[in-house]
T-cell receptor, first 105, second 116 residues
């Protein structure tokens, strides 16, 4: 079976760095995805990791450790518009419950 | 490229009625996924379809729910005899086929069903 765990809520201040963790258990690993979802909107793709290590994409980075079944999404220089839910997912795109991030000024 | 189109965006039904939600995938995408999202909760996988085939329906309730993706036309998620607990946002996503099974999904804007 597949199981994904991530914190339900996090808060941070503008300009700060926040790390959102995700642990997973899956039979047959085929990569891990991160999506962003603003309230009332559709999820949008952020990143995909299939190999161990850190993938950087602007202010957002995603890390994967396959041996530990662990990933994190790192958001730097937080902006108010980063307030959203962040969902990690494994194929066939089974999603975690999402981490609701609130950024305060 | 119009993206993933879902309609209706909002649907209100009374208990016992039927709800039909439609999804047209992105051009060139042959895989369709349906997810349900309850308020303040995550996305729950329901069903994964290719044209004329249901690949994985492990997340679909056994009764009242059905999905299809015909050769021509949109994918349809059908909920019969709706109950209040069916009130949710239903998201459709599509992807091109890949041999690895790891597909980046493009989501539609969702259909919000309210059951009175």
């Amino acid at each position: 079976g597949q199981n994904i765990d991530q914190p339900t809520e996090m808060t941070a201040t503008e300009g700060a760095i926040v790390q959102i963790n995700c642990t997973y258990q899956t039979s047959g690993f085929n990569g891990l995805f991160w999506y962003q979802q603003h309230a009332g909107e559709a999820p949008t793709f952020l990143s995909y990791n299939v190999l161990d290590g850190l993938e950087e994409k602007g202010r957002f980075s995603s890390f994967l450790s396959r041996s530990k079944g662990y990933s994190y999404l790192l958001l730097k220089e937080l902006q108010m518009k980063d307030s959203a839910s962040y969902l990690c997912a494994v194929p066939r795109l089974i999603f975690g419950t999402g981490t609701r991030l609130q950024v305060f000024p | 490229n119009a993206g993933v189109m879902q309609n209706p965006r909002h649907l209100v039904r009374r208990r016992g009625q039927e709800a039909r939600l439609r999804c047209s995938p992105m051009k060139g995408h042959s895989h369709v996924y349906w997810y349900r999202q309850l308020p303040e909760e995550g996305l729950k996988f329901m069903v994964y379809l290719q044209k004329e085939n249901i690949i994985d329906e492990s997340g679909m309730p056994k009764e009242r729910f059905s999905a299809e993706f015909p050769k021509e036309g949109p994918s349809i998620l059908r909920i019969q005899q709706v109950v209040r607990g069916d009130s949710a946002a239903y998201f459709c996503a599509s992807s091109p086929p890949t041999s690895s099974g790891a597909n980046v999904l493009t989501f539609g804007a969702g259909s919000r069903l309210t059951v009175l």
